[in-house]
């Protein structure tokens, strides 16, 4: 399978503009905790204690206007109908934490004016439940959406709903990749599984949407990601790199680690969306910390939250995660012969693109 685009350079991004933009996101937040602050605060669901998670809540509470009320409930299945209640950190924003049954039955009236659920588990239990007040389903995965997005709930046009995935868009892998391979190496092969075709759909659509034309992309399917040998010997001499995409292959920690010795037997770089992946032998890869999740989704609470047929109509208002943080392994591009910018220069410039 192949799609024409043209693998282009990053323009470079002046501090002006780099402090303007901060500037500008800084307002905006500002705004938006006055606004939830009016609008009487919102209610967080969590129905996990992955780490990722908890730091992103920590990170949203920390990002709130100080009069806002923020109540995290705690879905935990199994739980008795009572609340426990949990002291607050310092620093908190007017903070209680209760845990609930997974039941869909919290009434729209223990909620603030807007809820927020955190993870997949989370994001079934919220548009399950009764109600019309917005909803802002964050931290998660393209294949998580997909899941959703079978369920009529998600698509009640009596309720506001925001999704907020948590890797950065494919037009930003993409960009990575131009900017740290040399101009002639341009075929970028990949192999995902039948769940993962929104995603190569989505791989697809930003390689031709890339000025100039120009990338290969060449893809290869397997089963499952316990069966990825004979994809790989398939799609790796046709390629000058390799992209893990977040899916079942990228979730596996076995299958990363095959497409990471493949890349390394044949001298391709190999680039993703996660920290462990660079960390155990990729070469880049771009993704959305915690905190930049966190000030994203403030901001796509004002959106839902203000109407004006945000998110509105059964129609959900899905953003990716934006913006990137760039991580590389200095390692892994001297070992290919690769010298590379820093990881802020090259943050800077996957920023400028947008």
């Given at each position: 399978m192949s799609v024409a685009a043209n693998p282009s350079p990053i323009l470079p991004c002046t501090t002006r503009l780099l402090r303007g933009a901060m500037r500008a996101l800084l307002v905006c937040a500002a705004l938006l905790g006055a606004a939830l602050s009016s609008a009487g605060g919102f209610t967080v669901l969590m129905g996990d204690d992955l780490a990722a998670h908890a730091e992103f809540v920590q990170q949203l509470r920390q990002g709130l206007d100080p009069a806002s009320r923020f109540e995290l409930v705690r879905l935990s299945p199994g739980a008795p109908?009572?609340?426990?209640?949990?002291?607050?950190?310092?620093?908190?924003?007017?903070?209680?934490?209760?845990?609930r049954s997974m039941r869909p039955s919290i009434s729209s009236a223990e909620g603030g004016s807007l809820t927020m659920a955190v993870g997949a588990t989370a994001a079934r239990a919220a548009i399950e439940r009764p109600g019309q007040e917005p909803l802002v389903l964050a931290m998660l995965s393209r294949l998580d959406y997909e899941g959703l997005r079978a369920s009529p709930a998600l698509r009640r046009a009596d309720r506001r709903v925001g999704v907020l995935l948590r890797d950065p868009a494919m037009a930003d892998q993409l960009a990575l990749v131009g900017a740290v391979l040399p101009a002639q190496r341009h075929r970028l092969g990949v192999v995902a599984t039948p769940e993962s075709e929104p995603l190569v759909r989505d791989l697809q659509r930003a390689a031709q949407a890339q000025p100039g034309g120009g990338w290969d992309?060449?893809?290869?399917?397997?089963?499952?990601?316990?069966?990825?040998?004979?994809?790989?010997?398939?799609?790796?001499?046709?390629?000058?790199?390799?992209?893990?995409?977040?899916?079942?292959?990228?979730?596996n920690q076995a299958a990363t680690l095959s497409v990471l010795r493949a890349g390394a037997g044949a001298g391709l770089p190999v680039f993703g969306a996660s920290e462990g992946l660079v960390r155990s032998g990729g070469l880049a890869a771009a993704v959305s910390t915690p905190a930049q999740l966190a000030q994203q989704a403030r901001l796509l609470a004002q959106k839902v939250a203000g109407g004006a047929g945000a998110g509105g109509g059964g129609n959900p208002l899905v953003e990716a995660a934006t913006p990137a943080t760039v991580r590389i392994n200095p390692t892994v591009a001297r070992g290919l012969g690769l010298r590379l910018p820093e990881e802020r220069e090259l943050t800077e410039r996957l920023t400028a693109t947008r």
């Open positions: 109908n009572a609340s426990d209640s949990a002291a607050a950190e310092p620093g908190d924003v007017n903070v209680s934490v209760r845990t992309l060449q893809v290869e399917y397997t089963p499952d990601a316990r069966s990825l040998a004979t994809a790989l010997r398939a799609v790796v001499p046709r390629s000058d790199a390799l992209m893990v995409l977040p899916d079942l292959i990228g979730d």
